[in-house]
């Protein structure tokens, strides 16, 4: 036996925002060290899927230290505006600290939550996530928000932690996700309890045709999943109907 029993009952997503407050100095190292780098590589894929031949207007939800923002920026697209929402303020000052060094000034970064951005109606040709999505309180109202977002035809992009559906694969990531990442998160982050939140959202967070599901009940088309490093990670996308026209 590999592992203890999965956890039935989802932690509660209430005020985590100060849950990232307290680890946002170690957040970035702790990315990438307990994703092996492989984080970097599913940041990457999402900037793919952003359409070239115009000016993009980008918003990023929980974009916490604008890790995923910088990835977009740095592709081939042409992003003519980016602005990051997030609750926690610690996070968004270490993001600020990243876009500064990077002389990125003109970039926003504000406080906003994924269920009520403060953005306007149709202000955006691209919304994006990562890993973020299982962080909300009502996963339904958040994904009407984001097509709320959305012009007619814009583009949704979810990255998300997953669990792989290979039997053995699942038993060593559980062996991973339940005892090793806590032990090391909370070990280098001072908070072992931030890290067991982490394994108990995404084992009890849908994946896979589960939440394209509810991606299509928001309104989305075109929803697709794409699995990542043996389905360790996700991306989702999906598109904004263009509105009928009136006869």
């Given at each position: 036996m590999?592992?203890?029993?999965?956890?039935?009952?989802?932690p509660?997503?209430?005020d985590i925002?100060?849950?990232f407050?307290?680890?946002?100095?170690?957040?970035?190292?702790?990315n990438?060290?307990?994703?092996?780098?492989?984080?970097?590589?599913?940041?990457k894929?999402?900037?793919?899927h952003?359409?070239?031949g115009?000016?993009?207007?980008?918003?990023d939800?929980a974009?916490?230290?604008?890790?995923?923002?910088l990835f977009?920026?740095?592709g081939?697209a042409?992003?003519?505006?980016?602005?990051?929402?997030d609750?926690?303020e610690?996070m968004?000052?270490?993001?600020r600290?990243?876009?500064k060094?990077?002389k990125l000034?003109h970039?926003?970064?504000l406080?906003?939550?994924?269920?009520?951005?403060?953005?306007?109606?149709?202000s955006?040709?691209?919304?994006?996530?990562?890993?973020?999505?299982?962080?909300?309180?009502?996963v339904p109202?958040a994904?009407?928000?984001?097509?709320?977002l959305l012009?007619p035809?814009?583009?949704l992009?979810?990255l998300?932690a997953?669990?792989?559906?290979?039997p053995?694969?699942?038993a060593?990531?559980l062996?991973?996700?339940?005892?090793?990442?806590?032990?090391i998160g909370?070990?280098?982050?001072?908070?072992?309890?931030?890290?067991?939140?982490l394994?108990?959202?995404?084992?009890?967070?849908p994946?896979?045709?589960?939440?394209?599901s509810?991606m299509?009940?928001?309104g989305f088309?075109?929803?697709?999943?794409?699995?990542?490093?043996?389905?360790?990670?996700t991306?989702?996308?999906g598109?904004?109907?263009?509105?009928?026209r009136?006869?």
């Open positions: 590999t592992s203890s029993a999965s956890p039935t009952v989802p509660s997503r209430k925002w100060k849950m407050d307290r680890i946002a100095p170690r957040y970035d190292l702790l990438r060290s307990l994703s092996f780098g492989r984080d970097i590589a599913w940041r894929r999402m900037r793919r952003l359409p070239t115009r000016p993009l207007q980008v918003i939800l974009t916490g230290t604008a890790d995923q923002i977009l920026l740095e081939e042409e992003i003519s505006q980016a602005r990051g929402y609750l926690s610690e968004l000052e270490v993001g600290g990243k876009l060094e990077r000034e970039i926003q970064l406080t906003g939550d994924a269920m009520d951005c403060p953005a306007p109606d149709q955006a040709d691209i919304v994006t996530i990562s890993f973020g999505i299982r962080n909300v309180l009502d109202t994904l009407a928000d984001m097509k709320r012009v035809g814009g583009k992009l979810i998300e997953s669990v792989p559906a290979n053995v694969v699942r060593g990531y062996l991973y996700f339940r005892h090793l990442l806590p032990l909370g070990w280098v982050s001072g908070d072992r309890a931030a890290y067991k939140y394994n108990e959202t995404v084992e009890t967070f994946c896979g045709d589960a939440f394209c509810l299509r009940d928001a088309t075109d929803v697709r999943a794409e699995p990542m490093t043996f389905g360790v990670a991306l989702y996308s598109i904004r109907p263009e509105e009928p009136e006869s």
